[in-house]
């Protein structure tokens, strides 16, 4: 069986049981085309089309006639973001920016701004509802606090929320928070939540959440809104995030799990078997991806149900390559990701991406397996802890059958 069919019937069975967190829209979108699974090169770069898409909106904003986005503002020549505050809230800033009075953001203003803050890094989007990456890629934006910072914020302030455009309708509205503090300092070594305008040098298309989305680095899809329209400043303490309302952990950071790329699943005695794949860094970093491949003739270890005593074999984490990203037009990359004066990355893999690994060839003995892999993280914990509630991110051993013929 193909890795691949998993997501897709993962899928299926989420519309088929009307999870809560997703309109049938959206899994139709989001199946229309399988995961990718990076094959080759050393960083695992997504082209913008390739990615899976998660998204609501009836219609879709990006496939509105060219008039109606001029209109609406999705597109860069019209684009507009507006930052007030949460007419809810007795939160105070000293210049909200308003479409009404002239003030809002426009993207020239965010061009002028990108010019001494604007910075890059690599970066992957997985949703927290199904069990593959959507795509990974670098991402260019500016720091929000530099646009935020322009707004003179005085008092009140617990939370932003951010929102995109939504045709008007608040069914449709997709929307989150954020802690001020979060928005305002990354800790050492963290990324900056980024008013995102590129992807891989290139500027953001409709599908992939241009003119202008946010992403949050260490956050799982959701918090990284597209067809950004507005962001507001609230005293709220709590979040109103569409994800929460949707019966999702909103404090849901990326984990650590590895995937198997599309690997046949029926070979013969003579092939080397080559088993590879892909590895999500999440906060909790990646030390290793190991694989175990049973004889289902063999008994599976006893009173071990996530199979921490079973036989796993060390892979290989493929080294940094950059010879894909060099060739990108982009701002400078993130010193928290990359050394600025050896453009090399400070640790292999890095936080919040994804990895390739491989596995030296194998000769199988002919015979049915079971095939599994997973992570070790940089704290030495074995990934996916036995986590069964999925509501803060999807993160399962992967297992794949294999037919080895005489
Ligand atoms: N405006 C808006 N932003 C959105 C969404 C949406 O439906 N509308 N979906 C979110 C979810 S749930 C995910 S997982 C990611 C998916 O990003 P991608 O389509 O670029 O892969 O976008 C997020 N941003
Ligand atoms: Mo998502």
């Known amino acids: ?78 684009w507009q973001l507006e930052i007030i505050t949460d007419p809810a809230s007795n939160s105070k800033i000293e210049r909200p920016m308003l479409r009404s009075n002239g003030t809002a953001l426009t993207f020239d203003k965010l061009m002028e701004i990108a010019k001494t803050k604007a910075v890059s890094y690599l970066k992957v989007i997985t949703c927290n509802n199904l069990a593959d990456p959507l795509g990974h890629g670098l991402w260019e934006g500016v720091p929000l606090r530099d646009v935020l910072w322009h707004c003179g914020p005085v008092e009140n302030l617990r939370h932003v929320w951010y929102h995109g455009h939504h045709n008007e309708d608040p069914k449709q509205m997709f929307k989150c928070y954020l802690p001020m503090n979060r928005v305002f300092e990354d ?69 650590t799990f590895a995937r198997f790329a599309d690997l046949p699943g029926k070979i013969s005695v003579s092939d080397a078997y080559t088993i590879h794949g892909n590895a999500q860094i999440g906060i909790s970093g990646l030390k290793k991806v190991q694989f175990w491949l049973r004889d289902v003739r063999e008994p599976l270890p006893a ?31 993130h010193p928290a990701q990359f050394d600025p004066v050896t453009k090399k990355p400070r640790e292999w893999p890095l936080r919040h991406t994804l990895c390739r690994w491989a596995a ?21 914990i074995a990934q996916p802890m036995p986590r069964p509630f999925p509501k803060s991110g999807k993160n399962n051993i992967q297992k794949m059958l294999l037919e080895v013929m005489a």
Not at 365 to 375: M, W
Request: proline fraction near 8%.
């Open 1 to 78: 069986m193909k890795p691949k069919s998993f997501s897709r019937r993962d899928l299926f069975k989420l519309g088929a049981a009307g999870a809560a967190a997703f309109t049938s829209a959206e899994v139709q979108a989001a199946g229309k085309k399988a995961g990718p699974v990076c094959e080759d090169g050393g960083c695992c770069i997504t082209p913008s089309g390739d990615f899976y898409n998660v998204e609501r909106g009836n219609p879709l904003p990006y496939k509105l006639p060219i008039e109606k986005q001029r209109e609406i503002g999705m597109v860069r020549e019209t």
């Open 187 to 255: 800790s050492p070594g963290e990324l900056p939540v980024i008013l995102c305008y590129k992807l891989n040098g290139e500027f953001l298309t409709g599908e992939r959440g241009g003119p202008v989305r946010m992403i949050v680095p260490e956050a799982y899809g959701f918090k990284s809104v597209k067809w950004l329209q507005r962001v507001g400043f609230t005293n709220a303490h709590q979040s109103d995030d569409t994800y929460a309302n949707g019966n999702n952990d909103i404090n849901s950071w990326l984990k």
């Open 360 to 380: 030296k060839p194998l000769k199988i003995a002919p015979g049915s397996y079971e095939l599994r892999c997973r992570t070790i993280d940089a704290n030495d």
């Open 303 to 333: 009173n071990d149900p996530h199979f921490t005593k079973a036989p796993w074999q060390d892979a290989q984490i493929v080294p940094f390559d950059g010879t894909t990203i060099a060739g990108f037009k982009s701002a400078p990359l």
